[in-house]
Nanobody, 120 residues
Framework: QVRLVESGGGLVQSGGSLRLSCAAS????????MRWYRQTPGKERELVAGTYSGGSANYADSVKGRFTISRDNAKKTVYLQMNSLKPEDTAVYYC??????????????WGQGTGVTVSS
């Protein structure tokens, strides 16, 4: 069983910074992709940023230049550094990982979400 646990959310003023973490646990062989999504009430979940085993990364246009995704493979952890936060960044942020297990094929997993609120 693979589990993703997010942390680091909270309340911050506009212009401030937060760092989200997502730690994976379980019988993991590899994680080809690790991503952050966010969702606000009434809207679909949207991709914020992704990091891939080849070293590439991608970002939503709305966060380019402000957010940075990184990963520590040894710790099986992905981070999202969020700078210059805006009220429109307020959302529940979800960690997502494509995982190849030690005895299981590629599957996709989600964390429980962590709330980010940016006050104006």
């Amino acid at each position: 069983q693979v589990r993703l646990v997010e942390s680091g959310g909270g309340l911050v003023q506009s212009g401030g910074s937060l760092r989200l973490s997502c730690a994976a646990s379980g019988r993991i062989f590899s994680m080809p992709a690790m991503r952050w999504y966010r969702q606000t009430p009434g809207k679909e979940r949207e991709l914020v940023a992704g990091t891939y085993s080849g070293g590439s990364a991608n970002y939503a246009d709305s966060v380019k230049g402000r957010f940075t995704i990184s990963r520590d493979n040894a710790k099986k952890t992905v981070y999202l550094q969020m700078n210059s936060l805006k009220p429109e960044d307020t959302a529940v942020y979800y960690c997502n990982a494509a995982v190849v297990g030690e005895t299981t094929p590629l599957n996709e997993y989600w964390g429980q979400g962590t709330g980010v609120t940016v006050s104006s």
